[in-house]
Every structure is written in C-alpha cells, then in structure tokens.
C-alpha cells in the first residue's frame, strides 16, 4: 500500500497517497484512524497521481472524514475516464498502440485481460477536488513544499519538494528511465526538476532511497 507519510500539521494531520482499495486497507485505515496521533481530524487527503495503488482509498477517506481531496486536475480527470472504462472490452485502437510500441504479445495479452480493471481497485472519487498546481506552495505542518508537476510516470504526477530536500515518486531505476517506454519523458529533462538540489529523497514503491541527483541527471549509463 502506497501510503508515502500522514503528516502533521495545525488542528489535524494529511495524508499523502492512499493505497489501492481492498478489505484490507479499509480495516488498516480504521484501525489507524482510531490511533494517536492519527485520532485527530483528517484535513486533507494529498494525491500526487492517479494510479490506484496511491488514489484508490482517496474518495472513502475523504466522504468517511469529510476532508478535501487535492490532487492535480489532469491527474483527477483522467482517473474518473478510466474509472468510466471498468468492466469494458479492451479497444483494439489502444491494443494496436501497444503493438506499435513494440510490446511483447504476452504483455498485450496481459493488458487485454486486465483492461477496464481499474475501477475494482478504487473508491468512488468526489465530485470535486483541490486543485494542485504546478509552482504551488503547500505548507503541512513547519515545512513548505512546491509542486512540481512532471510527466511519464503518469499524465500529470505531482512532485512535491523542499529547498532541501526533493521527494519524487517515478521509475526504480533512475538509470534505465529513459529506456523504460517509448512514452516516457525523462525526468532529468524537466527544467524544473533538474534545477533542483543534488541531493534528494526518492519515495517510490515498497522503500526509499537516498541519492545523487547528479547520478540521475547524468543519464542512462550502459555497458
């Protein structure tokens, strides 16, 4: 479960991404919400995209504590398209585009069987959300952080930073980024994330990691 930090600040607390909707993770969050210091209000709900493992509990922890749900508007328009999408037949427009990607017929197969599955792994979203933006500042607890929104991992993801520490979510291997899709942007050529300090702090799936941006910056090394 993709829930990276329930952070505190002023009267109650936030949360940033969520998890993927399962009976699980409805018990785990009960559980939690119980519990010091997560007993006290939920203010806001903060998703940086919308893949199910990171919004998929986002629309049941917003209506259950009647918190705002932020995320970036692209990322929040097309979740509801896909989520439109559950229990269809896979289009053979998109099925061709993955051919032309040069994907393997096995993961073709694979994403024709699991096509319109997205809406099983998500709670309902609201009917309204905060916009995220890209710049914006967003103050949780004593620390402010800017959004950087960047492209690849998904449509719109949103990254939050600090002047001295830069929190990502994106691609395990930063050195494989550029050879991961024919679709993908690299992130060391968004002007706005390769500005960022050196040194910084990835949140991806399952554990963190300390890095070098220098390392990431430099590009794919082969060989």
């Known amino acids: 479960m993709d829930a990276h930090a329930a952070i505190k600040g002023g ?13 699980e993770a409805v018990t785990v969050w009960e559980r939690l919400m119980r519990q010091p210091p997560l007993d006290r209000p939920l203010l806001r709900v903060l998703v940086t995209h919308m893949h199910p493992d990171h919004i998929g509990m986002a629309g049941w922890l917003a209506r259950r504590y009647d918190a705002r749900l932020w995320v970036s508007t692209l990322e929040y328009l097309s979740c509801r398209a896909l989520v439109s999408a559950t229990g269809r ?14 994907w393997a017929d096995t993961a073709i197969e694979s994403c024709r069987a699991r096509f319109g599955s997205l809406g099983d792994h998500m709670c309902a979203l609201p009917a309204r959300h905060g916009r995220i933006k890209d710049g914006q500042c967003i103050r949780i607890g004593a620390h402010v952080r800017e959004v950087v929104i960047g492209t690849g991992h998904s449509l719109a993801p949103d990254r939050r930073a600090r002047p001295s520490t830069k929190v990502e979510h994106g691609c395990r291997r930063f050195q494989a980024c550029s050879l991961a899709s024919t679709r993908c942007r690299c992130l060391r050529r968004e002007p706005r994330v390769s500005g960022l300090p050196a ?3 990835l949140l991806p799936h399952r554990r963190a990691r300390m890095g070098r941006w ?10």
């Open 214 to 223: 220098s390392l990431f910056a430099a590009g794919p090394q082969l060989g």
């Open 199 to 201: 040194q910084f702090t």
């Open 11 to 23: 009267d109650g607390w936030s949360v940033g991404d969520t998890g993927a909707r399962t009976e």
């Open 89 to 102: 037949e896979a289009r053979r427009d998109a099925l061709q585009f993955y051919r032309e990607a040069d």
